[in-house]
């Protein structure tokens, strides 16, 4: 892998429902040279979702077929469906950009073994359970049965903060917003003094 020297892999990990995939965008709508990482997926896409932008929706079969081969970075079975980086997208990317990465705590345990990047590892949550159940109430993505899921896993998504650099509690979007930026600004300013 080239670690684009200069370049930052930025994850961020939640529970469902926090608000990662929305801060995800804000970054890469504020910040230009952030990429974000669009992992392959056996789910069936949302209303909303297109394939190549959001994810690419394979098959389960061509999912595990590229598992054998090692084709992925990270992968993980969540909610009855797979989740993966492939390698190829995340070397080219790299080269000339930022990374973000919207992925769960499996996957940052297996991005971590690579221990040439510059990995920059946050997770968020909310100030309570309470507000996380209605959180995936009031966003309409989710059966009520999908919702007791994600809620219920909420307490075993937890036990993995000490994996993380950094824990946010988004309660306000803005300020979790201006949080990581801080974050990005520090990292980026340290790698430009060790190349210097």
């Known amino acids: 892998m080239q670690d684009g020297g200069k370049n930052i ?5 939640s529970p469902s429902g926090v ?8 970054i890469q709508q504020k910040y230009q040279s952030f990429k974000i990482s669009v992992s392959n997926t056996t789910r069936k896409p949302r209303s909303n979702e297109v394939d190549g932008l959001d994810y690419f929706f394979i098959s389960k079969e061509k999912f595990l077929s590229l598992v054998n081969e090692g084709k992925f970075y990270e992968h993980a079975k969540i909610f009855e469906n797979y ?3 492939l390698k190829k ?3 080219e990317i790299i080269v000339s950009n930022d990374i973000i990465f919207d992925i769960d705590w499996q996957g940052t345990k297996q991005l971590s073994k690579f221990k040439n990047l510059n990995l920059i590892k946050i997770y968020l949550i909310t100030k309570n359970k309470e507000e996380l159940k209605n959180r995936l109430i009031n966003r309409n993505q989710n059966t009520f049965k999908e919702v007791e899921k994600r809620f219920n896993s909420f307490d075993a998504d937890i036990k993995h903060w000490n994996d993380y650099d950094y824990i946010i509690i988004n309660d306000n979007l803005e300020v979790c917003f201006k949080q990581i930026e801080k974050i990005i600004n520090n990292q980026k300013s340290k790698l430009i003094t060790l190349i210097n």
Do not use: A
Request: proline share 0%; charged share 20%.
């Open 89 to 91: 997208n995340v070397d």
């Open 19 to 26: 608000g990662k995939t929305t801060l995800t965008k804000k």
């Open 83 to 85: 989740y993966g980086t």
């Open 9 to 13: 892999m930025l994850i961020l990990s």
